[in-house]
C-alpha cells in the first residue's frame, strides 16, 4: 500500500477516534431529522439549525425540531422530558408527535396510554411503520401476539421484511422479554 494511502488512513481513523470521544452523546430518533440528534442538560434543546443545545425558554425552535428532540430524549430514557418537550409544541396534532407520545409513555410503563396515542397517530398516518412497529410491541407488552402479528403484516406491505421496523417487531414477538 502507497505511503500516502496508510497516511491519510491513519488520520482518518485518528479524527473518528476524536470526534467519536468529544461529540456529544446521541440518540437515535424517528423523523428525517431526529436520526442522529444529539441530547442536551436538562432545560435546553438541541437547535437543528445552529447545531447547538440552547436554552429551551424563549427558543425559537420548529415543531418538527421539537419533535424529533423529543424522541431523541425518549431514545437516551429520559421519557418524562421527552413529554414535556412535547408539550411545548405549538401543534400536537401530529403523527409524529402522537408516535413519541406514546412511546414515552409506554416506557414508563403506561402501556395502554402509549397504545391510545399510537392508535391516534395511526389514523392520522397509516402507512408510518415506525408507530406500526411501536403498536405492536405495546401489544406484545400486553400478551396480544395477534394484534402484533397484524402490525407486523401491515409493516411487511409498507416496506418488506428488510426493514428496520420490520425486524425489530419481528424480534419483540418472537423474544418478548427483549422488549
Known amino acids: 500500500m502507497p505511503i500516502r494511502t496508510i497516511r491519510f488512513a491513519t488520520f482518518a481513523l485518528g479524527a ?5 470521544t468529544t461529540a456529544p452523546a446521541f440518540a437515535l430518533g424517528g423523523s428525517s431529522g431526529s436520526d442522529n440528534v444529539p441530547t442536551c442538560k436538562k432545560g435546553e434543546v438541541y437547535d ?5 443545545c440552547v436554552k429551551q425558554r424563549g427558543a425559537s425552535i420548529s415543531d418538527e425540531n421539537r419533535a424529533d428532540y423529543a424522541y431523541a430524549l ?11 418537550m412535547l408539550d411545548t409544541m405549538t401543534n400536537q396534532n401530529t403523527a409524529e408527535a402522537w408516535n413519541y407520545r406514546g412511546y414515552a409513555t409506554r416506557k414508563l410503563g403506561r402501556t395502554d396510554e402509549g397504545i391510545s396515542y399510537y392508535l391516534k397517530s395511526v389514523d392520522m398516518d397509516p402507512k408510518y411503520a415506525r408507530v406500526r ?3 405492536g410491541e405495546a401489544y406484545v407488552i400486553k400478551g396480544q401476539i395477534d394484534l402484533a402479528k397484524e402490525q407486523l403484516n401491515t409493516i411487511k ?3 418488506g421484511t428488510t426493514c428496520e421496523e420490520y425486524r425489530d417487531l419481528n ?3 418472537e423474544n418478548p422479554s427483549k422488549i
Open 16 to 20: 473518528c477516534l476524536v470526534a467519536a
Open 48 to 52: 437543528q439549525k445552529s447545531k447547538k
Open 74 to 84: 425518549a431514545k437516551a430514557h429520559r421519557y418524562q422530558e421527552a413529554l414535556d
Open 133 to 135: 412497529e411501536y403498536l
Open 157 to 159: 406491505s409498507l416496506c
Open 171 to 173: 424480534e419483540a414477538i
